[in-house]
């Protein structure tokens, strides 16, 4: 059975940081990432990172987040700095399984970007 699992959301104020972790457990993963599904909007992609450290980030997010990826815990880190209000979104983790390639969402955990 595979689960995908994330932690680390909360409240922080605006430029402040905060990491956020997911593990996934149950298969062999390919591709994994974020999305963020600000209130009332679209899911939207925010990184994703391949097995062999293949990064992509959403304009948006360039140089203040950072995806990493720790392969033998199936676990991967978004290291978000410099928040802004415009944050403030539901965040939710992907994982892409191998072969035969299925995505499989985490619950979501949220990021509050306030003062």
């Known amino acids: 059975q595979v689960q995908v699992v994330e932690s680390g959301g909360g409240l922080v104020q605006p430029g402040g940081s905060l990491r956020l972790s997911c593990a996934a457990s149950g298969s062999i993963f390919s591709t994994m990432g974020w999305y963020r599904q600000p209130p009332g909007k679209q899911r939207a992609l925010v990184a994703t990172i391949t097995t062999g450290g293949i990064i992509d980030y959403a304009d948006s997010v360039k140089g203040r987040f950072t995806i990493s990826r720790d392969n033998a815990r199936n676990t991967v880190y978004l290291q978000t700095n410099n928040l802004k209000p415009e944050d403030t979104a539901v965040y939710y983790c992907?994982?892409?399984?191998?072969?035969?390639?299925?995505?499989?969402w985490g619950q979501g955990t949220q990021v509050t970007v306030s003062s």
């Open positions: 992907y994982a892409d399984t191998r072969p035969f390639s299925r995505r499989y």
